[in-house]
T-cell receptor, first 113, second 114 residues
Framework: KAGVTQTPRYLIKTRGQQVTLSCSPI?????VSWYQQTPGQGLQFLFE???????NKGNFPGRFSGRQFSNSRSEMNVSTLELGDSALYLC????????????FGQGTRLTVV | TQLLEQSPQFLSIQEGENLTVYCNSS?????LQWYRQEPGEGPVLLVT?????EVKKLKRLTFQFGDARKDSSLHITAAQPGDTGLYLC??????????????FGQGTTLQVKP
């Protein structure tokens, strides 16, 4: 069974641009969550999607958004990039909402210059 | 804000030594998970503990969930260089508004020298 797949693995963007990251969950998993990992803040929750609806959201500005498709694949978008958005963005999938096990992808390393 | 305090932040030991990593909070968690992460990769799930007082063993790793479900520990016996990595605890707070949201500790960077 394939794991969580995130694309692209690496991305370099300029301040002010926008970026879209993609996540394909484990087959059969319906819940997808996104996290931002930085050296200073560690792993922080961005949002969770289930059945194409955002179910939970972390404390991030509105520039961070996401969506989930009917096949459970998810995308997250960051608009008007800032230098501080440079981070490893991780996607995690779970079988259902409320299931405790979350399986992470390899992440997308975003660098904003 | 729910927090998970993880300690120590850094640990450098010799092969064969034992170590314990702690994860503490003032909040009650419905479950707690331990992950291991290598540089440039995503966290890999090691174990999930759900019941207060629960102890789980994974080869040389022993995980314990506190009776009150506010703390957890990871003990590694006879550490090996292959155990080197970032160890993260993560929990889900009780409450429907917290479903799907993992709170992470800051992590413990473990280096095991041959």
């Amino acid at each position: 069974k394939a794991g969580v797949t995130q694309t692209p693995r690496y991305l370099i963007k300029t301040r002010g641009q926008q970026v879209t990251l993609s996540c394909s969950p484990i087959s059969g998993h319906r819940s997808v969550s996104w996290y931002q990992q930085t050296p200073g803040q560690g792993l922080q929750f961005l949002f969770e999607y289930f059945s194409e609806t955002q179910r939970n959201k972390g404390n991030f500005p509105g520039r961070f958004s996401g969506r989930q498709f009917s096949n459970s694949r998810s995308e997250m978008n960051v608009s008007t990039l800032e230098l501080g958005d440079s981070a490893l963005y991780l996607c995690a999938s779970s079988l259902e909402r409320g299931r405790t096990e979350a399986f992470f992808g390899q992440g997308t390393r975003l660098t904003v210059v | 804000t729910q927090l998970l305090e993880q300690s120590p932040q850094f640990l450098s030991i010799q092969e064969g030594e034992n170590l314990t990593v702690y994860c503490n909070s003032s909040s009650v968690f419905s479950s707690l998970q331990w992950y291991r992460q290598e540089p440039g990769e995503g966290p890999v799930l090691l174990v999930t503990v759900v019941t207060g007082g629960e102890v789980k063993k994974l080869k040389r790793l022993t995980f314990q969930f506190g009776d009150a479900r506010k703390d957890s520990s990871l003990h590694i016996t006879a550490a090996q260089p292959g155990d080197t990595g970032l160890y993260l605890c993560a929990g889900t707070n009780i409450g429907s508004s917290n479903t799907g949201k993992l709170i992470f500790g800051q992590g413990t960077t473990l280096q095991v020298k041959p």
